[in-house]
């Protein structure tokens, strides 16, 4: 009887993120106990539960009661602040909890971090997992994107509750066993990388429609409602043109145009960034998304240097860049720059992602990252199902470049790609990302670089040697000897 009354999971942190995960558990009939520090939270969660269909929510008031009323083994999701905030609420619980019974971080942790717990949740005998939640407050009500990692076992005690819990496609849920240790946040780190990378490039795209194109926000709404019911569907395609179409309710026009330009961020941009790095990965267009989010900070210091060089005799050439434009021809070149770029960005995710499960040992299949990425959270597009495929044609594919559907479909894009680069250049537009993207494209697929140069370099000032073409060994040479004696 009293296994009975017991919940069968429990969530702690009740900001709008957990409230709505804690809601969407139990609606999928899952009794589920909630406790939050400020109580006040649990008393709202309780409310909205009575209101959304009388779900089996439980408010509990102390970390004791909270983990005693969950049934064995018990299994918590927390979702708190990433950093200290997540250690002092294990251990405001782990003091009640068993061997067995289980942890669940939700949060956007550095993953380093989750494989600490890891290991200080097994000395005392309980189970942890790093699990990424992708869908932002929607998602986590509707069905989010879920990538769990750490302890297996942990994974099969609430199997059954992510598969019901997760975004649902027609290859199964938005769930998967990413893999040991902190693969799950480091995936979901990813993830938000390769957000931040469509994000700019959708906004350059914008950027070359507007002022190169010198199409309004109706049109402009108009257009990015097209693409999404082709190759570029997806949720941030989809929330494009929905923000186009919404009026300022405080003036004339649109909202869009009156929100400031200064990007925020919370940080795990800048960490993608900084592994590819580590891990000697390029991943120039997301570096670029993360450079424009620092620049577009500095609003105070572009309006300056706006002032300065236009006083220094610049002018502005977008109307003369844009006069005689075909405008049908430029948003249908924008299309296929803004794909073809958005492949190369996904290329460097998947390939940063290929680099740490072999530095780790974590197997992580990339087919099946694809498929869990396909509903729920923010990344989710069509085209992932053929990243998906292309992985499951070839597990070790050296690039989404080279898959042979993803090759021809750049070869067959570049030109329109090159149109929209060459015209923003020539217009004095920005567009970092799809220019590090052609920059990757044009880097990769050249069988000899400019490096030997480089190389030679090296040799002549550190004497870091160098390796010929024509015979196996390493060489030094007296560069600067032999070319005054040449003289």
């Not at 009293?2 to 993120?17: D, F, N, P």
């Not at 602040?81 to 997540?86: M, N």
């Not at 390939?351 to 740490?356: E, F, P, T």
């Amino acid at each position: 009887m009293e296994s009975a009354a017991l919940s069968r999971i429990g969530l702690a942190g009740l900001a709008v993120m957990g409230q709505n995960l804690a809601l969407n558990i139990a609606e999928k009939g899952f009794p589920i106990s909630v406790y939050n520090r400020t109580t006040s939270k649990v008393d709202e969660t309780l409310d909205r539960a009575a209101v959304e269909g009388n779900l089996p929510v439980s408010g509990q008031y102390s970390p004791r009661d909270f983990v005693l009323s969950i049934q064995r083994p018990r299994s918590l999701i927390i979702l708190v602040k990433a950093g200290a905030p997540v250690d002092q609420t294990i251990d405001a619980f782990s003091e009640y909890m068993e061997p067995g019974d289980c942890i669940i971080d939700g949060g956007n942790e550095w993953y380093q971090n989750t494989e600490r717990r890891i290991s200080e949740a097994e000395q005392k005998g309980l189970l942890y997992l790093g699990m990424g939640v992708s869908g932002g407050e929607e998602g986590a009500r509707n069905g989010p994107s879920l990538m769990p990692g750490g302890s297996f076992q942990a994974y099969d005690n609430i199997k059954d509750i992510l598969g019901k819990v997760a975004a649902q496609v027609e290859d199964g849920p938005c769930v998967t066993y990413i893999g040991e240790g902190g693969s799950g946040n480091f995936v979901k780190m990813v993830h938000n990388g390769i957000e931040y990378g469509d994000m700019q490039l959708i906004s350059e795209a914008y950027d070359v429609l507007k002022n190169v194109g010198g199409l309004s926000n109706e049109e402009l709404a108009e257009i990015f409602t097209e693409w999404n019911r082709g190759e570029l569907e997806s949720f941030l395609v989809e929330i494009t043109s929905d923000i186009f179409r919404v009026k300022d309710e405080f003036g004339d026009g649109e909202l869009v145009d009156k929100i400031l330009d200064k990007t925020g961020m919370k940080g795990t941009g800048k960490w993608t960034v900084q592994q590819a790095a580590e891990l000697s990965v390029a991943a120039p267009t997301i570096a670029a998304s993360l450079d424009c989010r620092y620049l577009s900070g500095l609003k105070d210091e572009r309006e300056n240097a706006a002032k300065v060089l236009r006083e220094a005799g610049l002018k502005e050439d977008i109307g003369s860049a844009s006069s005689g434009i075909d405008k049908k021809r430029l948003v249908d070149d924008v299309r296929q720059a803004l794909y073809a770029s958005k492949i190369c960005s996904y290329a460097q995710g998947m390939n940063l992602l290929r680099a740490k499960s072999l530095e780790k040992g974590w197997n992580l299949n990339f087919g099946e990252l694809a498929r869990i990425w396909k509903g729920g959270c923010i990344i989710r597009a069509v085209f992932l199902d053929r990243i998906k495929k292309a992985y499951q044609r070839n597990p070790d594919l050296a690039s989404l470049v080279v898959d042979p559907d993803f090759a021809k479909e750049m070869v067959q894009r570049q030109a329109a790609w090159r149109r929209v680069v060459g015209l923003a250049v020539s217009a004095g537009i920005s567009t970092p990302g799809m220019c590090a993207s052609l920059a990757y494209f044009d880097t990769y697929r050249r069988a000899r670089l400019p490096a030997n140069l480089v190389q030679a370099q090296r040799d002549l000032f550190g004497a870091h040697t160098y390796e010929r073409t024509d015979r196996p060994g390493a060489y030094h040479t007296e560069w600067t000897k032999l070319a005054r004696k040449n003289n």
